[in-house]
């Protein structure tokens, strides 16, 4: 069965075939919480392990699996970010709601051996943990990630974001969710000692996240915000496929070499920042509209 294919009532997620250049990530590793401490690295890392392994055999509890050190090194020559991602996500221990209403927990990645002698490139055996396999073996709801658009991300928030909203961009009768501000910050891997203002979140945070996810996927995500009197008391996100044009552009700017990349995307973070006076005066209501970075009127 394709991923692309809408799935039978007797489906599950594990027997879906990614399409080339495509990922298939199971919801139960999408809506985790408790994974703040990890690096844009060991996010990549952990999707490049769920990736490799990815079949029915997930399912199996102390199954082993696979992977050539080089398909975790990204950029770098060594090995020694590898082992710190790697112990990084054996002491996380990430929370789960599940539908019948519990919570389960598991520890992101389970015992494994590198051998980084071995010729020419270095091997990972790994295993995942008990009870993530027990959930994956259950899973029927899934996002597609486009391999290019995770690798153009700088920043683990908007890595964070893209896999949320990929998880939710095909519901064809839900285009928006409201948050508790709480919950929106653990959803992008916020800890709570980070970023306590909301203007510093704000800034720090959602606008960047934002304009990444924007600027590489071929959908859009806005973004408003729920206020009593001053005070911030929710988030809401919409979301929408870009039209042809759009979808065209963005792979455009994935096809074009990485240098340059930094001060294209620099230049538009620059224009979003920029307050209106539409802004100003929609931050003294009770609903303030922040949109996603392209909506942005310019003063």
Known sequence: MRANRPPSSDFKTLDLKPDHGEM??????????????????????????????????????????????????????????????????????????LPDGSVTRFQLLGGNNMADDVRPRGELTYSFDKRLAEVLGDSRTFGKLELKVMAA?????????????????????????????????AILGVSSNQYKAFGNL??????????????????????????????VTGVMLSWFWKDREGRAKAQEEL????????????????????????????????????HSPDMQEKS
């Open 255 to 290: 096809n074009k070499p990485k240098v340059g990349r930094k001060a294209r995307m620099k230049g538009i973070e620059e224009s979003v920042l920029i307050i209106s006076p539409a802004e100003q005066a929609a931050d003294d209501s009770d609903h303030d509209f922040f």
């Open 24 to 97: 298939i990530k199971p919801t139960e590793t999408i809506d985790i919480i408790g994974v703040e401490s990890l690096t844009l690295q060991d996010r990549r890392v952990w999707n490049a392990l769920i990736a490799n392994a990815f079949s029915p055999a997930l399912a199996e509890a102390g199954r082993d699996f696979k992977i050539d050190l080089a398909e975790l090194r990204a950029s770098h020559n060594g090995n020694e970010r590898i082992e710190e991602s790697i112990e990084r996500l054996m002491k996380t221990i990430a929370r789960c709601r």
């Open 153 to 185: 991300f700088s920043s683990k928030y908007a890595l964070a974001l893209y896999e949320h909203v990929s998880r939710r961009v095909n519901l064809k009768t839900k285009w928006m969710e409201e948050y508790s501000l709480e919950d929106f910050r």
């Open 202 to 231: 704000k800034q720090r945070v959602i606008v960047p996240a934002l304009v990444e996810v924007n600027h590489w996927a071929h959908f859009r995500v806005d973004f408003s915000v729920k206020k009593r009197g001053q005070r």
